[in-house]
């Protein structure tokens, strides 16, 4: 190669270079690690599209810190157990609202969206189901009946449902329920028409984990999506729970979402909680694991900035403070507040993923 052109390569791979660095981040002393500029928000209220928690009624009503974290901080919040199936059914036709109640009365005084969290799932069946015996039709209308039950007292209170939770496996087949058995796979698209026909301004999710490690649920959830779609099943939405850890490589998390958004579908990462310590060898968190896990929001963060603004549903955690996170008896410090409700490393990494500047 000649000497010019030799030059030229590269003095245009240095403005390359130079040019994306700055468009990403600046350089700190030691002129290895990026360090990222922050979104100037007050709260996470003010982010660019809707940052919420799934919450538990008791606590709400016993805990003036973690209410005030999430009327402060959320836009949004998801019950962690107050809307699944056997917190609400009691027998066929019987139902206990007062925990569901609480949660969308609480949201509308605080001006918050509610996700509905989540109409069918494989667990938490309430034994009333699991030993209901009838024909295939039978069937149908217990399922309508329980989702146009729910849907229907919550119509125009909760903007948006997981109609169908944890459906697909790990080897890309469908999981196996109670509801398949019965009724056969298109248990998922009447599902879907119930919820629809219940509150027809409803935004409908199928939600699922692993879509940052199985590429065969990924390509079957898709596929699902799609023929759903095609066949006008009013389906609007991919929930990726990502529950993930420090081990997961930040271009796993965006992958997920970059690729979720390829369908057309509005996209909800809707369990958002980062592990530090998956392997149990903590007792407490230390500054290497708390900068991995902000790392992993920021990059969960800036990947649902970076999709077509209409499909961008939010981010939920699950859980408020850490210990208020299912995994905290593990030990662990998934959630971006700790114990004292103080904002951890990971709040800035959600800061930073919410920077809009060049
Ligand atoms: C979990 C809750 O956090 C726990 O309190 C409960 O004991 C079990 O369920 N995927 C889901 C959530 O869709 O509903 C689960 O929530 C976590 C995994």
């Known amino acids: 190669m000649k000497k010019t052109n030799m030059h030229a390569i590269l003095f245009l791979l240095c403005t390359l270079t130079l040019g994306a660095c700055s468009k990403q981040a600046n350089y700190d002393y030691d002129n290895s690690k990026p360090v990222y500029q ?19 009624p008791s606590t709400l009503k016993s805990n003036a810190n973690y209410r005030n974290t999430v009327t402060t901080e959320m836009s949004s919040i998801s019950g962690e157990n107050a809307m699944k199936m056997n917190a609400i059914s009691r027998g066929r036709k019987s139902y206990f609202w007062d925990d ?3 949660l969308v009365n609480f949201a509308v005084e605080n001006k ?38 729910v849907v229907g007292r919550y119509k125009g209170k909760v903007a948006s449902w997981d109609v169908v939770n944890e459906i697909i496996n790990d080897d890309g ?63 609007h939405g991919l929930g990726l729970q ?26 909800h990462v809707s369990e958002f909680d980062v592990a530090v310590n998956a392997d149990k060898k903590l007792t407490a968190i230390n500054e290497t694991v708390a900068l991995q896990q902000k790392e992993l929001y920021r990059v969960a963060a800036k990947a649902m900035l970076d999709i077509p603004e209409n499909q961008r549903w939010g981010i939920t955690m699950w859980g408020v ?14 959630l971006p507040f700790n114990a004292s409700f103080e904002k951890k490393p990971a709040y800035d990494g959600l800061l930073q993923g919410f920077y809009q500047g060049k």
């Open 38 to 56: 922050k979104a100037d928000l007050q709260t996470l209220r003010q982010a660019p599209y809707p940052i919420g928690a799934a919450v538990t």
């Open 100 to 102: 569901a109640d609480y």
């Open 112 to 149: 918050l969206r509610v996700h509905g969290h989540t109409l069918i799932w494989y667990k938490h069946t309430p034994s009333w189901v699991s030993s209901f015996s009838g024909t295939k039709e039978d069937w149908k209308t217990i399922m309508k009946e329980y989702i146009q039950d």
């Open 173 to 235: 087949s469908l999981r196996d329920c109670i509801w398949l058995q019965k009724i056969g796979p298109e248990y998922i698209s009447l599902a879907f028409q119930y919820a629809h026909e219940a509150d027809p301004a409803a935004i409908l999710f199928y939600n699922d984990y692993g879509h940052e490690y199985s590429h065969a649920r990924r390509k079957k959830a898709y596929h699902l999506a799609d023929s759903l779609a095609k066949n006008n099943v009013p389906i």
């Open 242 to 267: 990502m529950h993930t850890n420090i081990s997961r490589a930040g271009n796993d998390i965006r992958y997920a979402i970059t690729a979720a958004a390829v369908t057309g579908l509005k996209v």
């Open 321 to 334: 403070h850490d210990p208020s996170s299912w995994l905290s008896p593990n030990p662990d410090w998934a």
